[in-house]
């Protein structure tokens, strides 16, 4: 019980408030459209309250035990993952194209991938720490070595994800490494030529579709499968390529129509689908209007900045690591979820921290949760501070 009291308050009490708007707008955003067959709340609320019950479990462990549990779940997780390619459809359907979640008797579904985040957050840290400590004088070689490692942890899992087909996560597991990385201590040569590699990739897409658009068609696209070249084409032409676009026009519809103060709540009449997962900000946006929207950006926003703040005081560079990748991976989420509803950015199934439908998303991100509450109890002094 005293190691509770040493939890992040602010931070929980901010988990009650999204917890709260999320059970809420789910629950708006199906009871009134006859394409879902009843509310979730019920089920949203269990998910909120095992993730909490999960969180606590998490913050009771010291970081011993935390580095502990990385490579058996790890393991764990990555054989889940590598299962679904056998699974027979009774037990892991395809749903939308991908085939990413297994079906759980009276839970509903787990999707592995979800919590690969967790695992990747651990063991890729251990790793970086384990080349800090044995190579006091940094190295090139010693540092490229490092990357590799990495790789062979990180790349095999995430290309099972991405062969699932899904995109969306695959880019979840960059946003959360790509930090890591830079705080590994690498050598800042190396760090230019990591940094600049995606850079010249993406210039290169983007020249290619401003000024030889053919060869991008032909070339680029042709590589992708025909899902993900719809879901491009809707995001960059959604008013042309009208059948893979509806889902963006009828968010913009959603949040547009809500103007200054929304139309109140349970007022919403704009089908979106998917409008209580990926799509949860278009029904917030029409039912509480532009106030309303910026109310839970911020509110969101708020919980990354207790996470960089309790990451700055950490008391060692394994929680900074971990700390750092959990804070990046949220924005980036944040960013990309809405983005996407929006139109800024491409759909990719990426959900909204903590207010989207789904279990294996809620669950996952309350287990990183948990992590950042370790790091909050494990204070002793200031991870920058000088001593006299």
């Not at 299962?83 to 892991?92: C, V």
């Not at 040569?189 to 897409?205: D, G, M, N, Q, R």
């Not at 519809?253 to 349970?266: N, P, R, T």
């Not at 990748?325 to 491409?346: C, D, E, K, R, V």
């Amino acid at each position: 019980m005293s190691q509770l009291k040493r939890l992040d308050v602010s931070l929980i009490v901010s988990l009650l408030l999204l917890g709260g708007i999320s059970c809420l707008f789910v629950h708006s955003s199906s009871v009134n459209f006859a394409q879902y067959s009843s509310s979730f709340i019920i089920k949203q609320f269990i998910f909120y309250f095992i993730g909490f019950f999960i969180m606590f479990g998490i913050s009771l462990l010291d970081i011993e035990q935390l580095k502990r549990i990385g490579w058996p779940f790890y393991g764990l997780i990555v054989l889940l993952t590598a299962g679904l390619i056998i699974a027979p459809e009774s037990i892991a359907r395809t749903i939308n194209q991908a085939k990413s979640w297994y079906q759980i008797p009276f839970l509903g579904s787990l999707q592995p991938s979800e919590f690969l985040k967790f695992a990747f957050l651990i063991v890729v840290s251990k790793v970086i720490i384990a080349h800090q400590e044995k190579n006091v004088r940094p190295s090139y070689l010693a540092d490229l070595w490092l990357l590799i490692k990495i790789g062979l942890i990180v790349l095999p899992p995430t290309l099972l994800v991405y062969k699932q087909p899904d995109t969306g996560m695959v880019m979840l597991y960059m946003a959360m490494i790509l930090p890591m990385i830079f705080f590994s201590g690498i050598q800042k040569k190396l760090l230019v030529i990591f940094t600049a590699i995606p850079l010249v990739i993406i210039s290169t897409i983007l020249v290619l579709y401003v000024r030889f658009n053919e060869f991008f068609t032909e070339k680029i696209l042709g590589s992708l499968s025909g899902h993900q070249v719809s879901r491009i084409y809707g995001w960059l032409q959604p008013y042309e390529y009208t059948d893979s676009s509806f889902q963006v026009r009828q968010g913009f519809l959603a949040i547009g129509s809500g103007e200054i103060a929304g139309k109140g709540y349970l007022n919403n009449n704009v089908y979106v689908p998917e409008k209580h997962t990926d799509f949860i900000f278009s029904a917030i946006a029409e039912e509480l209007g532009f106030m309303g929207g910026a109310f839970v950006i911020a509110l969101l926003f708020f919980v990354i900045y207790r996470i960089v703040l309790i990451t700055v005081e950490a008391k060692d560079s394994f929680m900074t690591l971990m700390g750092a990748g959990i804070s990046s991976l949220l924005a980036f989420q944040i960013t990309q979820n809405i983005g996407m509803t929006i139109g800024l950015l491409p759909v990719t199934g990426v959900t909204l921290p903590f207010l989207s439908y789904g279990g294996s998303s809620l669950l996952s991100n309350f287990m990183l949760m948990g992590i950042v509450m370790i790091i909050h109890k494990s204070y002793r002094g200031y991870m920058f501070k000088v001593e006299d």
